[in-house]
């Protein structure tokens, strides 16, 4: 069975919007402020030659500042896929909504 944006939310227990997670580089705290689901190229087949796609996580992330208002400010954005490892290096689950 091919993974779907729901099996790449459940496998890298990546957070819902309005989540709040914590660099562990840093310890600077980040909001989820929105979800994509989207696709990524992949190798192209090898047998035919067609290109190939897999489903990715889009999120956005806004930096939280004490006194600026969500949305405005330092943000960013990362795609996860299920062959990465990017968000549990990265990142922790704070609180959620």
């Known amino acids: 069975m091919k993974p779907t944006h729901d099996d790449v939310m459940m496998e890298k227990r990546l957070p819902r919007v309005g989540q709040t997670v914590r660099s562990k580089r840093y310890g600077t705290l980040w ?43 330092k943000m960013m954005g990362h795609m996860y896929t299920m062959h990465d490892t990017t968000f549990e290096t990265n990142w922790e689950i704070v609180e959620g909504d």
């Open 31 to 73: 909001r989820v402020m929105e979800k994509r689901e989207v696709w990524q190229n992949t190798e192209d087949d090898p047998e035919e030659g067609d290109p190939r796609m897999i489903p990715a996580i889009y999120l956005t992330y806004w930096k939280v500042q004490p006194g600026v208002l969500p949305g405005v400010g």
